[in-house]
């Protein structure tokens, strides 16, 4: 693995720039709060954002992306589809991506798992992750669970069966939530995370950025030799 | 698949004998309201109880047994080492267990399990028991989720990660579990179900008792030969 | 589940018409093949080719499948991006899928899976698909193994983790695969079963044969209300 | 994660000391060799055999291993209860293990398992390890496959569904195998490696060594408070 991962972290970057209320909580954006806490944390951060050329995520800032970072809301519909291809083939071929909140409806997270992703949500509402996973290395260092005020998400969740179920939420309504689960695809590490409502200021709860954190080291690549496919001789 | 799977209840029968709130919600014994319910069902139903000559579980009435509900609570030291081992090698050998509530800490089920089965508890509670995989065999028929008045189960459940994970149960003092949770150990089919403390009446809940039926049409054995180990010769 | 599966044998149906060895094995087409000892099992059963308009997969064709069968090879990419999606949302609510040898390159299989399903592959060998899963529904009344002349395909095999995985095949030339592989999304089990080259006779096999059985009873569908998504009220 | 694993390894060591043959291989031990090269890699190690008073696995040296290898062959019965439980109380409490080749009898492995852990097996064959994981972390340096001079295990392995499976064996008699297993119990990890035998020179081969080493550093304890269970408080 690299010592250092290189983070990209790309935000769709529209509440922050309509909304008063998301700006004052994240006046930087959402990039911009992760990408500081990433930084102070020793990670090499660059943001890319819905905007930009290719949306910031040209081949070049792929290639030199160890994992990315993905939170997109009420325009995953204007990321093309050419972008979408470009991250899917970089993740098959090793590179980590982190999926938050919203994102569970992003083409790139649907793309990936093969099914709608759907869910049932509602604002204004008390989660608590437990982790179910004790001795995960994405919830090292936390205690037995995470609280936080939040939008609800609850079953069914519309996802493949994943790899390695890590948090399970509770919240105060009444429902329950698979809201931290691990993936491989192809040879690179997928988790979805699902705090992070924009009205909520939940990327500045230190347990969240625990997480995270953990999450970056986790799903950073195991470095090979690409697979060998096609038609091949006998062995001997 | 037999097409009457051949069900034997094993219960503890204790606290319906020494406890009068106990004996008032199940006068004939949680095996009695059990077995009348899948009788009714048409299941060939049996039961076995701790007191009995080898608690009811000899070798005839294991060999004869498709599925093989466990219900045990204050007495699992009780259960003989040569019965737990007369169990597991069934089970190991295509039988269907289904481990209800308490028998979480059954000596039958830790050893399966190969962990300690710990967990958080606390009585009077609400549960709600939602289904987190749609179209799964032992959710047919339920809606969206089941809600009992019952004892809390919390995470950490200290056992291996399940195969399936059908029901995750959210309390209202703040917890979550997993409480429907599929194994396969061998040939055969291992159900552990949360529900069903001795003190609540959730064995006369039909959506339990729906899930129950479920189960055991789940759990019953695929025949089939005996799995060939140990020295063998090349194949060609 | 219904009582007898309604299955649709869609067969891509290029290589019996233009390729007199294929034709020989396979006088009525691979479907033909598959249809007769289906029906013969007492399975309601219907074909559907590419050729057809809509491929032969309207809306009402398979709004009355239980389980459909996929075998497609040299024209992957003249199945319709509607076709696709029809048959994708037909799986996520409930619908088996059977995804037949070179089908692991269909549209419909990449899509479920996310993954680029790539693999090595090689004529003429001889494949031995060992149970690895004894006691699944899916190896019912089968030996240790089955085997067959056949084309070779090898690890890696691009796929998600399976749920579960019934059988590894063993090849002459030195190769492995895992060549039976259960995944359930959505609401919809699909298997992929690797055997069955246009110019080897596999599907006049008993033992290939037993297996599709097995599967298309394990595909059928769990009946049961949709899931309800999207802004819901708090419970209580 | 500590920077550097505290490794013991426990070896039965009777054929080193009875088989001059062995004893050719491994002069030291197969303790020795995969001591030395475990060391060269900067790794602390320590052995612990047998013979030694506690299997050498006392309390003191356990609480001090992060990560624990164990190779063992005809002196499973040996082994006293008191250590086996001790070894399994470590496990669940986050440390490591590692279980090799014919140890996949020994009573830890087959105790945290909870199946019989049988299979077939034969002297003298080719075996080819199939990395069909590429990406995890015990593959990461090596090729497509391990080629080795072996004995043969063969499938039905009766071990309960692995967590990951990282490697599966392809040998010249016709069999295959799951020969790279991870599990997680408790807060440990646990991965079963297949090759070993004591008269084939295993342990010497780089590419063994390399996936040896990977492990070591991929079960490695993730430090946390241990889970609390037993009666509490609702949380509000």
Chains 1, 2, 3, 4 share one sequence.
Not at 5 to 27: C, G, L, Q
Not at 99 to 104: E, F, P
Not at 228 to 234: A, H, I, K, L, R
Request: aromatic residues 10%; glycine residues 10%; hydrophobic residues 35%.
């Amino acid at each position: 693995m690299a010592d250092t991962p290189r983070v990209t972290i790309w935000n769709e970057y529209r509440h922050e720039k309509s909304d008063e209320k998301v700006a004052e909580i994240y006046p930087e954006g959402i990039h911009g709060a992760l990408g500081a806490m990433l930084e102070n944390s020793g990670f090499k951060v660059r943001a890319a954002t819905l905007d930009e050329p290719e949306h910031g995520l040209s081949e070049e800032v792929l290639g030199s992306t160890d994992v990315l970072l993905w939170w997109g809301h009420v325009a995953h519909d204007e990321v093309s589809e050419e972008t979408v291809e470009r991250v899917r083939e970089r993740v098959l071929g090793g590179m980590g991506l982190i999926v938050l909140h919203s994102g569970h409806f992003s083409k790139i997270f649907k793309t990936l798992m093969g099914t709608t992703c759907d869910l049932k949500w509602r604002l204004n509402d008390t989660e608590r992750l437990w982790v179910v996973a004790p001795g995960h290395p994405i919830a090292e260092g936390l205690g037995e669970y995470l609280e936080l005020e939040e939008e609800m998400f609850g079953e069914p969740f519309d996802v493949p069966r994943p790899d390695e179920l890590v948090f399970v939420s509770w919240f105060g309504g009444g429902e329950v939530f698979r809201s931290g689960l691990c993936y491989r695809r192809g040879r690179g590490r997928i988790f979805y995370f699902r705090p992070g409502h924009e009205e909520n200021p939940s990327y500045h709860n230190p347990d969240v950025q625990l997480v995270i954190r953990n999450a970056v080291r986790w799903a950073a690549p195991t470095p090979g030799a690409p697979p060998v496919y096609g038609n091949t001789e006998p062995i001997e």
